[in-house]
């Protein structure tokens, strides 16, 4: 499995605190089937985005862990202002590996009422969004139809896999459902923070997803997709075949 948001990097944010407590969250991904993750620090009011920390960070920890698990960098990209301009200046800063694949999170106190014109300026200047776990904000919980346009206009959702088991509560476990069966989900993610409660772990998540929607959903959402975005490949835009249809609905080029 592939994980494409995660708080693995130590003392960037709310995630990790030490690198022993980075190491224990990487061991614990890798030993439950995660060959790739993404440590993605948030770039928000509250934490500074230091690119050239999360760089050394990174080497840091993947000379710690060799060959168990793959680690790459990217960023939990709170949509603001200063934020939006740096990224259209600087389009691979922010990105996944610095390949296009930018994750966006809203903040749950106002959705700018221009959303979809700045998806289109960051697509202009070669980024490509994901909407990190819709499912968990409540202004995005009351307007699924908004969420609908951004996937018909060309944006990717994410939504994170313990939603499923309720961790977030039920509001969002029924709405991360709901997105499901309509196909408006791109990927599925940890978005870790420890490794006790918000956990790298991504197995149960297959399995969930695996017996619920098929296996040919699971590995899409959970691999190949992912995989696409650390690599830098594109994906098919808009909503997937939902997955009662069971379709060969996945679309790379």
């Known amino acids: 499995m592939v994980d494409i948001?995660?708080?693995?990097?130590?003392?960037?944010?709310?995630?990790?605190?030490?690198?022993?407590q980075s190491e224990a969250m990487l061991r614990l991904a890798a030993a439950h089937g995660t060959t790739d993750i993404v440590g993605?620090?948030?770039?928000?009011?509250?934490?500074?985005?230091?690119?050239?920390?999360?760089?050394?960070?990174?080497?840091e920890l993947?000379?710690?862990?060799?060959?168990t698990i793959r680690i790459h960098t990217g960023c939990d990209f709170h949509l603001k202002l200063d934020n939006i301009q740096d990224a259209i200046l600087h389009p691979a800063k922010y990105t996944v590996n610095?390949?296009?694949?930018?994750?966006?999170?809203?903040?749950?106190?106002m959705i700018f009422p221009n959303t979809?014109?700045?998806?289109?300026?960051?697509?202009?200047?070669?980024?490509?969004v994901i909407v990190t776990h819709p499912e968990r904000n409540w202004l995005l919980r009351q307007k699924p139809e908004r969420l609908e346009a951004w996937v018909n206009q060309g944006a990717y959702l994410q939504v994170t896999g313990q939603s499923f088991q309720g961790l977030f509560g039920?509001?969002?476990k029924k709405f991360a459902e709901l997105l499901m069966e309509k196909g408006?989900?791109?990927?599925?993610a940890s978005d870790a923070h420890d490794f006790q409660r918000r956990t790298p772990r991504l197995d149960l998540t297959w399995k969930l997803v695996s017996d619920r929607y098929g296996a040919e959903y699971a590995e899409a959402l959970l691999k190949t997709h992912p995989q696409a975005v650390i690599d830098g490949y594109k994906i098919e835009?808009?909503?997937?075949?939902?997955?009662e249809k069971r379709r060969k609905w996945l679309g790379i080029f």
Do not use: C, K
């Open 5 to 20: 948001h995660s708080h693995v990097l130590w003392g960037m944010d709310d995630g990790a605190r030490t690198v022993e």
């Open 40 to 59: 993605t620090p948030h770039a928000d009011l509250e934490y500074e985005f230091q690119p050239d920390l999360i760089a050394a960070r990174r080497a």
């Open 62 to 67: 993947q000379a710690r862990l060799g060959d």
């Open 98 to 109: 610095g390949l296009g694949w930018l994750l966006v999170e809203f903040s749950e106190l």
């Open 116 to 128: 979809e014109q700045i998806f289109v300026q960051l697509e202009n200047a070669g980024m490509r």
């Open 170 to 172: 039920s509001e969002a």
């Open 184 to 188: 408006w989900v791109h990927f599925l």
């Open 237 to 243: 835009p808009g909503p997937l075949d939902p997955p």
